[in-house]
């Protein structure tokens, strides 16, 4: 799966990014590389704590199943 991810100057020199197809994703670094791979891992997180919220909120006679894409 892959995410568009936009890179900007923030303060005190650092690179602030963040995933417009996930709201609230965002992360910064020193250079751009830090930065992405920041990024990258705040949309691990993001992912794995909405199937989290989307398991939990399922009814409980339902099927929960993780699908890779």
């Known amino acids: 799966m892959q ?3 936009i890179l900007e ?3 005190n020199g650092y690179i602030v990014a963040h995933c417009p197809a996930l709201k609230g994703c965002w992360s910064q670094g ?7 791979a920041n990024i990258k ?4 997180g993001w992912l794995e704590a909405e ?4 398991s939990s909120e399922a ?3 339902a099927k929960v199943y ?4």
């Open 3 to 5: 995410f568009t991810v």
């Open 51 to 54: 199937a989290e919220k989307a």
């Open 41 to 44: 891992q705040a949309i691990e």
């Open 66 to 69: 993780q699908v890779a894409v």
């Open 30 to 36: 020193k250079s751009e590389d830090e930065a992405l």
């Open 9 to 11: 100057p923030g303060e």
């Open 59 to 61: 009814p409980k006679e």
